[in-house]
């Protein structure tokens, strides 16, 4: 049996859009945080026996469909460098999320990283897994790393070098803080795979972002991260953030991920750094309304005693009945 923890990640430049369907092959590259998988994450224990039939895969509890196209991707990369003979049968995958699922919180990335990671384990493969987790979501590439990692989009057609690279260890930048704002729990209308199939086909400026903002954007960030520069690297995250979701409107018909209250954190932090005089907070969405808000350890507390004052929670649940939703919601309170 194999067991292994992998973190949910945060892109600050974000991966919208595929170049290969199939191979899940972006049309740009991307980089995010990996956040600790005790905090927000997923674990995932696999196990063999080859006189057990088919294979078979419990999430958070509950029995799931381990046939579908993606699981099976995994499943064939791992066994061509295994060299097992038939990883159709035998196997048994239990993965439990610490974080709601499909909430726009990046469950997927997590999911395929820890799932990849805990057969890549169980079958002694070796060398770089981030090739195979990319197979089963594309930003699960990059959370089979801590810390901050890029996604290299990559040149060749079999998708050999469009792979994750560490840029700097968890260890690099101790004072940077992730808040994870939950605006819904709900599961998103729109998926990541439909969402960025509609906007390749459909937006113009999506097509501008991937050629001519984002590799720019790329080589600054990476440096704004390895100076430790919070005003860069918080100006870059938000400046992506917001085209991103501009390309979503620019969509045909448009998505809308950010709901009015999203759009309210957005006014807040820009005023929380104008009364700072610089860029002390930056957020980023992804495909959902929940907020991730980056701040450093020294404006953290006056960050969060404003946010809880600014948003306290919805009037149709209780403080209770956030409290014992579950337990990231702990952690929001009580920071
Ligand atoms: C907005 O990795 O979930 O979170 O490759 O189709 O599984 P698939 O998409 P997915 O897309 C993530 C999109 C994003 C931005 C990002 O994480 O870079």
């Not at 060299?83 to 048994?92: A, L, Y």
């Not at 990046?106 to 981030?130: I, N, Q, R």
């Not at 690297?233 to 018909?253: I, R, V």
Request: proline fraction near 4%; hydrophobic fraction near 40%; charged fraction near 25%.
């Amino acid at each position: 049996m194999a067991r292994e923890g992998r973190g949910s990640n945060i892109a600050v430049i974000k991966y919208w859009g595929k170049r290969d369907k199939k191979k899940i092959l972006p049309i740009n590259s991307s980089l995010s945080v990996t956040l600790s998988p005790f905090d927000m994450g997923t674990c995932t224990s696999a196990a063999y026996n080859p006189s057990w039939k088919g294979v078979k895969l419990w999430l958070n509890g509950k029995e799931e469909d381990a046939n579908t196209e993606r699981i099976q991707n995994c499943l064939r990369e791992i066994q061509a460098r295994s060299g097992e003979s038939d990883m159709k049968e035998g196997i048994r995958i239990v993965s439990t999320n610490n974080f709601p699922t499909a909430a726009g919180l990046a469950s997927s990335a997590s999911g395929y990283a820890c799932l990849v990671a805990a057969l890549g384990g169980l079958f002694k493969v070796e060398g770089d897994l981030s090739v195979i987790a990319r197979q089963g979501s594309g930003s699960a590439c990059r959370s089979m790393y801590g810390g901050f990692v890029k996604w290299e989009m990559g040149k060749e057609e079999d998708g050999s070098d469009s792979i994750a690279v560490q840029v700097a260890p968890e260890t690099h930048w101790p004072s940077l803080h992730a808040l994870i704002l939950v605006v819904s729990d709900e599961k998103k209308k729109v998926s990541s795979t439909g969402g960025m199939e509609e906007s390749v086909r459909t937006s113009k400026l999506l097509a501008h972002r991937a050629q001519a903002v984002v590799p720019d954007r790329m080589v600054r960030m990476e440096q704004a991260i390895k100076d430790k520069d919070f005003a860069a690297f918080g100006k870059l995250t938000m400046e992506d953030s917001n085209q991103f979701h501009a390309t979503c409107l620019d969509t045909w018909p448009p998505i809308f991920y950010l709901n009015d209250t999203s759009r309210a954190i957005i006014q807040f932090v820009h005023a929380f750094n104008e009364e700072m005089g610089q860029i002390c907070a930056a957020y980023t969405f992804d495909a959902g309304p929940n907020a991730v808000l980056f701040v450093e350890e020294a404006n953290l507390v006056k960050l969060a005693h404003r946010v809880s004052a600014a948003f306290p929670p919805s009037k149709d649940k209780t403080l209770e009945d956030h409290l014992a939703d579950d337990e990231l919601r702990n952690k929001v309170q009580e920071v």
